[in-house]
């Protein structure tokens, strides 16, 4: 009775089995007839033109630059010291003042410089009294001498006192120079056109030659002074060769950018960054570049004259290489393999192209060699690219 069962229970699980087998595999044949069907109806329709955005270059010159991080350093700056001990006698400027060279800015109590100035030349006056003296003395005798009247030693002995009254004349001459110098420093003058810092000092304070009385700046003109890769030193020194080496600073968002030359170029590169220090002067009479301030600059290393720009959107890089789309008269496009020479902002400037082709920036990713293609009607005429400003060069 078990085998029985067993059988029958067999049969029917073998029949449930087998029609599941047969359902499926027609269904999976049906499935296929219609994918056969669709694939066919799609590989037989044409497909459509690629929609498009194009761009007319343009020819303009453009600056190669290379931005930097620099520093606003001033030419000159002096910290005002005394050069002997004595008491500030007056003050004749005010912080933050602007000087001229030669301008009067400190007074010392001079007396005792003046006391020794008078005693000195009281000194060259006796001195050149007593030499007049000698010298009449002097004359007499040599008459006495021709007649006989006179011995000749006494002559010679004159002759020395003379010379030294001559000598003492010319020592007590040199102390009055000297104490003149000293009397000098009593008087403290501008040594250089600029801004007035910090005064440390005020009438009647007892200064040495330690002592610091303020500072003075030179802040025009002015420099900067940043450092740049040693990669752009062959392009820097041969703009500099050329002739005038143009250097834009900005110190923010809200000041205007001010135009200097560079002025100097280190001698050696520093190893271990791999850079070379260099400045720029600047004209800074409005006095917008202050010492010590941070600003950007841009150096222009060479200049492309008449390149063509292209926004670099329309510019394709793949493993052959880089090139652009450009629309054929026949309404496809052509693959055009270009160089880029510079990009600067959402230009490049480039090489491989006349300048009077139409480039495709948008839907170029759609696109094939030869592929039919149409203009986006509210592209209109082929527009210029981003930011380019109009230049002597003109649009092609």
Known sequence: MKK????????????????AWYMNRGAHAEGEGKNGAA?????????????????????????VEVAANGTVTPQQTVDLRPQTTSTIREVHIREGQFVKKGQLMFSLDDRSDRAAVAQSEA?????????ADLERQYKRSQDLVA?????QSAVDSLQSQVEAARAAVAA?????????????YTTIRAPLSGRVGAINVYGGSLVQPTTSLTTITQLDPIDIAFTLPESSLGALLAAQKAGKVAVEANSGADAKPVTGELIFVDNTVDPTSGTIRV????????????????????????????????????IIINAYGTFVYVVEKDGTARQV????????????????????EQVITEGKQNLRPGGKIKIAASAGPAAKPQGAPATKGGGA
Not at 4 to 19: C, E, F, M, R
Not at 123 to 131: F, P, S
Not at 147 to 151: G, T
Not at 339 to 355: D, E, K, S, Y
């Open 147 to 151: 007649q006989k009247f006179l011995a």
């Open 4 to 19: 029985n069962t067993l059988a029958v229970i067999a049969v029917v699980v073998a029949a449930g089995i087998g029609g």
């Open 337 to 356: 393999p270009i160089v880029r020479q510079h990009a600067f902002g959402l230009n490049a400037a480039v090489t491989g192209l006349n300048g009077n």
């Open 172 to 184: 007590s001459s040199a102390a009055v120079r000297a104490n003149q110098v000293s009397a000098s």
């Open 123 to 131: 000194e060259v006056a006796r001195g050149k009294a007593n030499l």
């Open 279 to 314: 400045k720029a002067q600047f004209s800074n009479a409005d006095g917008q570049l202050w010492p010590g301030q941070y600003v950007n600059t841009r150096v222009t290393v060479r200049t492309i004259q008449g390149a063509v720009v292209i926004p670099q959107n329309a």
């Open 39 to 63: 694939g066919g109806a799609g590989a037989g329709a044409a497909q459509g033109p690629t929609t498009v955005n194009v761009v007319a270059p343009q020819r303009q010159d453009v600056g």
